[in-house]
């Protein structure tokens, strides 16, 4: 039984659909907070419980019968994401779990200035510490992330943000792909390297791309950090989210999220997805000339 949490988020969703192809639906578990947004799942045959990490005595019935438990890092930070994550592991232990999976990041570090860094760092320490085999998936950064980042650029023409580092952009279809086989078929104890699209690029790059795709010049403005900080709060930001995205770049300037590695794509039996063919299908396309 290979139970996934966070069944109803992207990541998870993704990786259920992938392990389907490969694994009877009885032999796979999906957990949420709202399980009514697994019905779908269910009908397909995959078991469906409850699973808040909030909730320890519900996980215990969420992971009944694990052999494997994927844990999809929960969408905060701080010592409240670490404590979710705790629980979850506690929670496969207890189940009797002979491995667990966990969605880490590249970047993974206590001295990162991106604020989820130093979360997986410390819920690396309690997978070492739980006593039982784990694989931390070592993802790249997700590049749903770039077409935020270029929302304003496509209509100014102008992408201000501040200096930065290249960046290996990695899709979610491509990391959950990639999560299922390992779910199925082990492998990496410990840590995996880097999984992650085919190329780092940095800033620069990425406006050049934009900009074919949408038939507009962009320019690529470096900003000071706090000169972008400022203009995010402005624009209603929550604080915490501004000083995420501050983050982000700080970590890419120290290297946090490149160079590319070609695991990932040893993994899918094909080329990982670029971050060109990607913002092809999430960016408007220009007129045709």
Known sequence: MIIVTGASGQLGSAVLDN???HV???????????????????????????????????????????????????????AESV????????????????RIVYTSHMGAGPASP????????????????????????RNGFYASTVPLLLRHALETGELRVPEDGPVAW??????????????????????TPPLTGPAAVDMTRVAEIAAQ?????????????????????AAGLPEAAADMLVGLFAASRHGDFGPAD???????????????????????AGPER
């Open 170 to 191: 990695t899709t979610h279809a491509d990391l959950a792909a990639a999560a299922a086989r390992i779910l199925v078929d082990g492998g990496f104890d410990g840590f």
């Open 83 to 98: 404590r979710r994550h705790r629980n979850a592991v506690d929670a496969a232990v207890a189940a009797g779990a002979k």
């Open 24 to 78: 009877p639906a009885d032999q796979l578990g999906a957990s949420a907070r709202d399980p009514q947004q697994l019905t779908g799942l269910q009908q397909r045959g995959v078991r469906v419980r409850p699973g808040d990490f909030d909730n320890p005595a519900g996980l215990s019935d969420a992971f009944e019968g694990a052999s494997t438990v994927l844990i999809v890092s929960v969408n905060s930070t701080g």
């Open 262 to 284: 070609p695991t990932l794509a040893g993994l899918l039996g094909r080329p990982a997805t670029s971050i060109e063919d990607y913002l092809v299908s999430s960016l408007p």
């Open 213 to 233: 795709r949408i038939g507009r010049p962009i320019r690529r403005v470096v900003v000071a950090d706090e000169e972008y900080r400022q203009g995010l709060l």
């Open 114 to 137: 991106f604020p989820p860094m130093p979360d997986h760092a410390a819920t690396e320490d309690a997978l070492r510490q739980a006593g039982v085999a784990f694989t931390s998936l």
């Open 19 to 21: 392990l389907l192809e």
